[in-house]
Each structure stands twice: as structure tokens, then as C-alpha cells.
């Protein structure tokens, strides 16, 4: 649902709790710009209005988005309803379906993974070993000898725990090593050329016995690390290098297969999980869901663009998407190096941004929006997410610029008309066969609104996408209940040091110290705004000092002589527009 936006300023130039301030942003709606309209016609005449409606909106230079949907079909109109309810139904039963394969297949790369971790190490230990007698041959033996006992030890261990476990009661090292405590100590220490059971008794000082039991073992150990092992190892590994990226390759496969199904569910939205779409049906004393053949679905569409006025005190950047730095586009410190980090890491890879008709664009009123849109959706908005909503409507002014459009031409301007259409579109199919379709908008609403509101719009839309996404995920154990990746939550599960623990609060007073500052510059404007005030009361008039931003100040004077009538314009070109297609009496659409 989407969020409430910060309205104003207000007519009389008050500065009032809620309300934006001159300067600050303007948001007015007009209460002559809202409109409730109620059309009925033929089946199919309504929905070939809307859609037709969504289709002029771009000739005349509007960008629309659908930002909030929902339908409800009762089960006696059952064509309908076996095309959406139903529907639904049956992507809920591939979901499972599909997630109990994804679950299987996890599993299968788990078992795989487990044995390829395994054998990886017993590799590492040939590899080891190699890379120390390659050593050794280039003279640096010390280094070189090092490595090839390292991982020979291992081996031996492996050998003794493994293998020569199995060879019988009395024989093994194990269970001789009562009658010579050493042996296991000295059979570590034998070389490949020890298998003379006379020079292991000298050389090591031990019995010739003992040494016969040592040569022999050692010539089992040589000729099953060699000839073996060593190739049952390598061929093994070669197998689950293969498996694992045959399995790694299914689960993706299944995961991909189950977004469009989680999509396509997610965006089935039945109006009785909505409470304000059950409360609005309550309003139909026709809707008879047990009998009446009947279906409902709503839709709001948001649609703006920018419109150019001349300007009274200042004038809007001459210079269409140049490149700023990114703390002149309103980025604190720590955004500004989210922002740095390279793209593979979600960022940009550097610290300049395009610049849009009024910098800096991420100003409080934005920020207070993002909180807003946050709270709503469930979501964590980044500075990356705010960069995204600023893409979006660069990337609509630069399309403007190229003139690559076939479409009406942006006008370099922060200042946009926006309008706001429910629509509700009702279809009845009645015993005798007749059907019926009704739409109505309450209500049509128009509005003047800033560069700032309008991101507040974009990073909305950004949101929704960013929760859809969340959503999958979650479905998909691939994010926790907050959206937060894998890696995230077991960054959060991590045991932290004294130390780290002390750069958290350094942090956390680091932000203490710019919140002060941040007061202290809300001071120094309340003294200036006190001092208009102060002025006014004396009949001199002093926008310019009760101005809180770089937007228009004056609303009583510009925003609602010149602002307003081209608010009136767009607004009037939709209810034409509906009204004509109905032949309303008295209606012209031109």
C-alpha cells in the first residue's frame, strides 16, 4: 500500500507540524483537482477505456506506473474464476512441488559437496608434497623438505587409522604398539629408501624384530600412496568436481524455474486478504459471492511529468545531466563509500553521479520519505536503492535529451504535474445472460509536486521490486526474514573482539556528532525564519528568508497562478478523456 507523503506548504505561507515548508518541497493537491467518477456500459467497454487510458498517457509526456493491484471473482462466475483464483491455486501446488525438488537437490549437493571436501584434502596433501620435492630439486631444500614431511606425516597417519587398522588383530601398528611403545613414533619417521629391516635397526636403534615389522609396513605404505591411493584419490576427485557442478548447476535450474511461478503468484493478489479491499466490497450490497457471478479488480496508477515555469529568484541547473560528486547530490560520508564500492559489489565504482534540475536531490524530505517506504514494505533502502530511484528519472531526462523518444519531450524542470487514478472495474453476469461492466474512480486526484516527492514516488516503485525480490528469496532460503543475504546473517552470528566492538561505538559517536550538527544548523534557520516572521508582522514581505530550500517559495503568488493551471490541464485531459469515452452529455475529448 503505498505510503503517505508529506503535503504542503501550506496556502497561507503557515509553517505547521506535517507540513512541508516554503522552499522545502511542494506536494498540494487541490481539493477542486479530485474527482468521483462512476461509468457504466457494455462488458469489455470499461477495460478498453483504461487500457487505452494507459496507452495515450505516454503521448502526452507522462511516465505511469501501477503501484498498487488487486482482483476478488466470486466462484459462480466460474470462466473468470478458473482464470485467476484457480490459476493461483494451481501455482500454488507447482511451488510446493517445485520447492520439495529444490529441497532434494540441496540435499544431493550437500552429500557430494561433503565427499569433494573430503577428497579435496587428500590433493592438497599430494600437492603438498610435490610442490616440496620441486623445491628441493631447485636448492631450496630447508623450504622443500618442509612441505614434503608435512604432508607425508598425514599420510602415514591416514595410512595407520585407515589402513593398516584393517590388517588384523597383532599385525596392525596399533595393536603391537603395547609391545613396542615407539613404533608408531618411529614408523613416522622412516624414509621411501628404508626397507632394509638391518639398517632401520641400526639406524634408528631399535630391534631387528621390530625392524623387520617396520620395513615391511613401509614397503605397504609406499606402494599404497603410489599406486593406490594416490590414483583412486585423483580419479575420485576428477568425478566430484563434475557432480558438484552438475548439482550446483540443478539447484540454480530449479530456483530459476520457481521465480516466474513466485512472481506470477505474488502478483495474484485476491482482494479479501486486502482489509481496505474488504472494506470497500462491504460497500457493494450486490456482492453475493455465494450466488451472484461477479468479479471485481482494482488498480492505482500513479503518472507524472516535469512542466517548466519561469522562474522568480533563481534559475534551474543550465547544464542537463552533468556529473556531480556525490556529496553534492546529498550523500553523507558512509553512502558516499557504500556508493565507491565497485559494481560487482552492488556499487558504482566511483564517486560521481548525473546531476538532475536540483541538487542535492537527496535532501531531508526524501530522507523522511525513504523512512517512510522502509516502514511500509518491510525493506532496507540503501544508498543504493536511493541511487536507483535517481536512475530512473535520469534515465527519463536523458532519453528526452537524445530526443530518442517518439514520445512528448521532458522539459528540464523540477517541478512535476502528478496524478493519482483509482480505478475499480466491476464486471456482473446476471441468470438471463446480460453482463455488465462498471468502473469508478475514487477519486481522480491531481497535484503539484517537486523533484523530492517525486524520487519519494520512484524509490516507492524500487521498494516494491526490492520486497518482491525479498520475497522469492525467503521462499527460497537464499535471504533471512529482513531481506538480509546469507553471508549477512552470519556476519550478525559472528563472536566479535573488544576491539570491534570499540569501532562500533566510535561509530555510533560519529553519528552523534553529526546528528549536533545537523541541530545546530536547524538552529541557525529557525533564527532566520524568526526573523521573517518577525518582518512579516511589520507587512514587509521576506520569503526569501523563510525559505527552507531550493524550491519555490512563494505559493500564494506563483504556485497557484502558474503552477496550478497546468495541474488543471492534465487533469482535465483524463476526465475528458473517460467521460467522452462514455458520451457523457457535455463531455469533449480533444
Avoid at 510 to 531: D, F, Y
Wanted: with cysteine; proline share 4%.
Amino acid at each position: 500500500m503505498p505510503v503517505k507523503y508529506p503535503e504542503g506548504p501550506d496556502s497561507y505561507g503557515e509553517i505547521r507540524p506535517g507540513k512541508l515548508k516554503p522552499g522545502e518541497g511542494i506536494n498540494a493537491f487541490p481539493v477542486e483537482r479530485e474527482e468521483y467518477i462512476d461509468l457504466t456500459g457494455p462488458f469489455g467497454k470499461g477495460q478498453e477505456t483504461t487500457t487505452f487510458l494507459m496507452f495515450q498517457f505516454p503521448r502526452w509526456g507522462f511516465e505511469r506506473w501501477k503501484i498498487e493491484e488487486w482482483v476478488e471473482v466470486t466462484p459462480a462466475f466460474q470462466q473468470y474464476y478458473q482464470l485467476t483464483i484457480q490459476q493461483k491455486q494451481q501455482i500454488e501446488q507447482q511451488i510446493k512441488s517445485g520447492l520439495a525438488s529444490a529441497t532434494q537437490a540441496v540435499s544431493d549437493l550437500e552429500l557430494v559437496s561433503h565427499d569433494f571436501r573430503k577428497y579435496r584434502e587428500f590433493m592438497d596433501l599430494f600437492t603438498m608434497m610435490d610442490k616440496g620435492s620441486k623445491l628441493i630439486k631447485e636448492g631450496k631444500k630447508d623450504q622443500g623438505t618442509e612441505l614434503k614431511n608435512r604432508g607425508e606425516q598425514t599420510l602415514k597417519s591416514i595410512f595407520i587409522d585407515q589402513v593398516d587398522i584393517h590388517t588384523g588383530e597383532g599385525v596392525a601398528l596399533r595393536s603391537i604398539a603395547s609391545r613396542w611403545p615407539t613404533i608408531i613414533a618411529d614408523f613416522m619417521q622412516l624414509k621411501d629408501g628404508d626397507i632394509d629391516f638391518k639398517k632401520i635397526a641400526s639406524g634408528y636403534k631399535i630391534s631387528e624384530a621390530e625392524g623387520v615389522i617396520l620395513a615391511t609396513k613401509n614397503k605397504l605404505f609406499v606402494e599404497w600412496r603410489d599406486r593406490l591411493f594416490r590414483l583412486t584419490v585423483e580419479e575420485r576427485y576428477s568425478t566430484l568436481v563434475a557432480l558438484v557442478q552438475a548439482r550446483k548447476r540443478s539447484v540454480d535450474e530449479y530456483k530459476n524455474m520457481l521465480r516466474p511461478l513466485m512472481a506470477r503468484y505474488k502478483m495474484l493478489n485476491e482482494g479479501l486478504s486486502d482489509k481496505k479491499a474488504m472494506h470497500l466490497m462491504r460497500k457493494f450490497p450486490f456482492w453475493r459471492p455465494e450466488s451472484q457471478a461477479m468479479s471485481s479488480d482494482f488498480v492505482k496508477v500513479w503518472a507524472w511529468k516535469p512542466v517548466a515555469f519561469a522562474e522568480k529568484y533563481k534559475a534551474t541547473r543550465q547544464n542537463p545531466l552533468d556529473e556531480i560528486h556525490l556529496a553534492l547530490a546529498g550523500f553523507a560520508e558512509e553512502e558516499i563509500e557504500l556508493l565507491k564500492k565497485t559494481k560487482e559489489e552492488g556499487g558504482l565504482g566511483k564517486d560521481t553521479v548525473k546531476a538532475l534540475p536540483v541538487e542535492p536531490s537527496i535532501d531531508s524530505v526524501f530522507r523522511t520519505i525513504a523512512k517512510e517506504v522502509e516502514s511500509e514494505y518491510k525493506v532496507k533502502l540503501t544508498a543504493i536503492d536511493w541511487q536507483a530511484a535517481r536512475q530512473m528519472m535520469i534515465d527519463r531526462f536523458e532519453t528526452s535529451a537524445k530526443a530518442a523518444s517518439s514520445f512528448e519531450t521532458w522539459v528540464w524542470s523540477p517541478y512535476f504535474v502528478f496524478l493519482e487514478i483509482p480505478i475499480m472495474r466491476t464486471v456482473l453476469r446476471f441468470p438471463s445472460g446480460t453482463e455488465m461492466e462498471n468502473i469508478f474512480c475514487d477519486d481522480i486526484r491531481a497535484a503539484a509536486q517537486t523533484q523530492n516527492i517525486i524520487l519519494g514516488h520512484y524509490l516507492e516503485l524500487v521498494a516494491r521490486d526490492k520486497q518482491l525480490d525479498n520475497y522469492i528469496s525467503q521462499m527460497l532460503g537464499e535471504a533471512g526474514a529482513k531481506g538480509e543475504t546469507i553471508d549477512q546473517l552470519i556476519k550478525e552470528l559472528e563472536w566479535k573482539t573488544e576491539e570491534e566492538k570499540k569501532e562500533t561505538t566510535e561509530k555510533n559517536k560519529t553519528a552523534e556528532i553529526q546528528k549536533k550538527i545537523g541541530q545546530a544548523k536547524g538552529q541557525a534557520k529557525a533564527v532566520r525564519v524568526g526573523v521573517g516572521k518577525t518582518l512579516e508582522a511589520f507587512g514587509i514581505k521576506s520569503a526569501f528568508l523563510r525559505g527552507e530550500g531550493p524550491y519555490e517559495l512563494a505559493f500564494r503568488d506563483r504556485v497557484s497562478k502558474y503552477f496550478m493551471p497546468e495541474v488543471a490541464e492534465a487533469y482535465n485531459a483524463v476526465i475528458n478523456y473517460l467521460k467522452a469515452a462514455y458520451q457523457v452529455p457535455g463531455s469533449r475529448f480533444l
